[in-house]
């Protein structure tokens, strides 16, 4: 049953009515993303708060957000088409992780999905074109992995080699389920339908554009 209904045209803070990804806090706030900005409402007021890209140093790095994560310590990491924007409560403004091709950074700047490391407090970033990211929050330095297929491309289906560095779907930390090594689904999501084993928990696991699961 729908109990409330929100458009851009009746409450001016939500930023966009093409929303990609929902996420709320530990609070009970709602995270909108969209594709023109970002929207967060308050539970108690019904308010929203808008952030946009601007020349302030200070907001988001790109208005289109593909996705939300919260961590441990409430900070909130959006992946955007322009890097990563991390926001937290207290600082009530945004920092930025951009590709800089001169220094260790930031890998590719289209960030499709992000989850933390539980024994770490390291991030993975999954890119659109530079594979997935280990990003280590201690030394503010990035690791990289990417997949490169063999030339013969007679045996792989047609368009794989194109997106072998796509991480356009999802990255599952911990997994309590297992996942085939070959993943068919085409929705950007993960199916699992079996009980992990063991010695495969606590394991990464990527989907990536090739339509493949990666285990990390």
Do not use: M
């Amino acid at each position: 049953q729908v109990t409330g209904r929100y458009d851009a045209a009746s409450n001016p803070g939500l930023v966009s009515d093409y929303i990609r990804v929902l996420k709320t806090d530990s609070e009970g706030r709602l995270w909108i993303g969209t594709f023109d900005g970002l929207s967060i409402r308050d539970p108690q007021s019904g308010r929203f708060e808008r952030h946009v890209h601007t020349s302030d140093p200070g907001s988001l790095s790109h208005n289109s957000i593909r996705s939300i994560f919260i961590d441990a310590q409430r900070g909130v990491w959006l992946g955007t088409y322009y890097g990563v924007s991390y926001y937290h409560p207290l600082a009530r403004r945004f920092g930025i992780l951009r590709h800089d091709p001169v220094r260790n950074s930031l890998g590719d700047n289209t960030v499709s999905c992000i989850v933390e490391d539980p024994s770490s407090e390291s991030l993975w970033i999954g890119t659109n074109d530079d594979g997935v990211n280990l990003y280590d929050r201690r030394t503010g330095r990035f690791s990289e992995f990417t997949i490169t297929l063999p030339d013969d491309l007679a045996a792989y289906p047609a368009g794989k080699r194109a997106g072998e560095h796509d991480v356009r779907a999802s990255i599952i930390r911990d997994a309590e389920k297992f996942l085939p090594e070959e993943w068919s689904g085409e929705s950007g999501d993960f199916a699992p339908d079996e009980e992990a084993s063991e010695e495969k928990r606590g394991t990464i696991l990527v989907a990536e554009a090739n339509a493949e699961v990666a285990r990390y």
